[in-house]
């Protein structure tokens, strides 16, 4: 039973427009949600994250949206950039305990 | 600041034989995570300390895999027997043992069992 989805396995964006990344999850007792992103041959880096008692977080070209009734949060990146391209995976904690998603592949084309 | 820093990052050995990963967490994190990560399964935890006492091991597959931290700088993960199946990477993470804290993790052990 997948706690957090991530349904689009994949995503490809021409450089300078805005990627939207999306992550589903079905348990309501989540209470703190995280981006993370990760090249190949590194662990995955800490991007940003959102609290379950905001709707928003921004930081620089990225931002979080947490939609709680929809069990819904995205990430945007505007502008995207070639560097931007990697796997992204949104996680979702109770507590100390991450659950991850399965990730979506990024690709910014310049 | 020096990261999370795992050893070896790469590791080949022979099904049966024994395997251990190591991890030096970030320095004044109290909180230490073991993760795999497969293509079927993603990334899994499999085992969390909190101040050098493990807090859940309910991710680990079988009794042939177990992990220790004896200290706060150091944790193993160990396989005895390994198993063709174990070929994963595996990831150790660390973060401060509060509410909403975000885990930082290391390069990784890419282990693969012939």
């Known amino acids: 039973d997948q706690q957090v989805k991530q349904n689009s396995p994949s995503l490809s964006v021409q450089e300078g427009r805005i990627s939207i990344l999306n992550c589903d999850y079905t348990?309501?007792?989540?209470?703190?949600f995280l981006w993370y992103k990760k090249y190949p041959a590194e662990g995955p880096t800490f991007l940003i994250s959102?609290?379950?008692?905001?709707d928003k977080n921004e930081d620089g070209r990225f931002t979080v949206f947490l939609n709680k009734s929809a069990k819904h949060l995205s990430l945007h990146i505007v502008p995207s950039q070639p560097g931007d391209s990697a796997v992204y995976f949104c996680?979702?904690?109770?507590?100390?305990?991450?659950?991850f998603g399965g990730g979506t592949r990024l690709m910014v084309k310049p | 600041d020096a990261g999370v820093i795992q050893s070896p990052r790469h590791e080949v050995t022979e099904m049966g034989q024994e395997v251990t990963l190591r991890c030096k967490p970030i320095?004044?994190?109290?909180?230490l995570f073991w993760y795999r990560q497969t293509m079927m399964r993603g990334l899994e935890l499999l085992i969390y300390?909190?101040?050098?006492?493990?807090?859940?091991d309910s991710g680990m597959p079988e009794d042939r895999f177990s992990a220790k931290m004896p200290n706060a700088s150091f944790s193993t993960l160990k396989i005895q027997p390994s198993e063709p199946r174990d070929s994963a990477v595996y990831f150790c993470?660390?973060?401060?043992?509060?509410?909403?804290?975000?885990?930082?993790f290391g390069d990784g052990t890419r282990l693969s069992i012939l």
């Open positions: 996680a979702a904690s109770t507590g100390n305990m991450l659950t």
């Open positions: 300390f909190n101040n050098n006492v493990p807090i859940d």
């Open positions: 320095s004044g994190h109290n909180s």
């Open positions: 348990n309501s007792m989540f209470d703190y």
């Open positions: 959102i609290s379950s008692i905001k």
């Open positions: 993470a660390s973060s401060l043992a509060q509410l909403n804290q975000p885990q930082h």
